[in-house]
């Protein structure tokens, strides 16, 4: 895909969430290596807990979801 001149892709950013980008998609990663997809919509994930990056596993979800528990208890006495 690089020097190809391509159609707008409608990116849309979650705050907590993955980073949603129309497909389909060419993703270079940090080591050089390139991951694809055809689907018409992927997740790439952006906390990097994901098990499957750079694709969202929704793993940010169960730390989320701690966080918030934390922040409702009581401190301990």
Same mark, same amino acid.
């Given at each position: 895909m690089p020097n190809?001149?391509?159609e707008r892709?409608?990116?849309?950013?979650? *705050?907590p969430g993955p980073l949603l980008v129309e497909g389909?998609?060419?993703v270079t990663l940090e080591d050089g290596t390139t991951v694809s997809s055809d689907r018409f919509c992927v997740a790439l994930c952006t906390c990097? *807990?994901?098990?499957i990056y750079p694709w969202c596993d929704t793993s940010h979800r169960r730390r989320a979801g701690a966080d918030a528990a934390r922040r409702t208890q009581p401190p301990p006495t």
């Open positions: 190809v001149p391509a892709r409608r990116v849309t950013l979650q *705050r389909p998609v060419e990097r *807990r994901s098990g």
